[in-house]
């Protein structure tokens, strides 16, 4: 009886942790709004990616120190979509954005003008047939959780700016589950100089970390990478998986193959993966916060310290 008594308030207590962690973290208000039932699984040019964009604008805005890229933050990215089962290959052409913002170094600090581009994106794959009933994939893991992210690391960013030795430009991409679209038309079209972009940095899936475990993308795409990655803290044991190839599945690739070294942060991924599983309530606050103490000890060098990095094909 002691003994069941002490387990189940040893449970009770992990769980009240826990709801705390969540209630707690800055990304979750970003997740459950992203990844709500209005949100509608956020594909592509339909209404639940405007709203996506149009929340991401807004929070922006609100960041002191953060200046909106291209027409108030929005670049406008083309595309067609093929026609299912049309045999003659008919396509619609479509719009989606990207979304574009820039936390800039002060002149003395980086007077070559240098940028670090940081990235995630923002769109899901919308309603999925189950059953013969549509049912929305809410997307939160994929990727409202590397949205929710990316907007906090803006925030603090912008806070130490004073401190930059590269401009930070952080773009939350459209249209990746259709294949790399935004990310590829932002790598051809920067709405920076394309030739001061020195590295990518990106996140695709942060929310579901398990057994500690975080896969690093693109290690292989700069010659100096493998050792920087060697030499970070890992005061949480994580479990690292690191990847050496520049052509992962996601967006860090359309820069890796502009010649550009890219990297991609994610906790992995999981059963509910693009299911109307994929929900806010089993986004794992803790696993984020492990994760970012790794990530940001990778990005403050690139952003605080400005260590060359040397493209290498991978
Ligand atoms: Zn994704």
Known sequence: M??????????FASVVLNAQTAENSPYKRHIDKLASEEFAGRKAATKGDTLAVNYIVSELQRIQGVELLGDNGLQVVPFEEKVRGNADGLKIPKTTFNVAAM????????????????????????????????KVCYGADDNASGVAYLIELARKIAEERE?????????????????????????????????????????DMLGRMNAKGLTVRGVG?????????????????????????GKGPTDYASFYRKGIPAFSFSTRTHKDYHTPADTPDKINYEGMDMADA????????LIFGAPVLTYQEQ
């Not at 952080?170 to 590829?184: D, M, P, T």
């Not at 030739?195 to 990518?200: R, Y």
């Not at 010659?223 to 044991?237: I, S």
């Not at 790794?294 to 060098?301: C, T």
């Open 2 to 11: 002691k003994k069941i008594l002490a387990i189940s308030l040893f449970c």
């Open 294 to 301: 790794y990530i940001m000890s990778f990005v403050k060098q």
């Open 163 to 203: 401190n930059l030795k590269r401009d930070v430009v952080f773009v939350f991409f459209g249209a990746e589950e259709l294949g790399l679209i935004g990310s590829g038309y932002f790598a051809n079209n920067p709405l920076v100089p394309a030739e001061k972009i020195k590295v990518m940095v990106n996140f």
């Open 103 to 134: 936390v800039e170094a002060t002149e003395t600090n980086n007077p070559s003008g240098e940028i670090v581009v940081i990235g995630a994106h923002y769109d899901h794959v919308g309603i999925k047939t189950v059953d013969g009933e549509g």
């Open 221 to 245: 795409t700069a010659k100096e990478a493998v050792y920087m990655f060697a030499a970070l803290p890992n005061p949480d044991k994580l479990e690292l998986i690191w990847e050496m190839r």
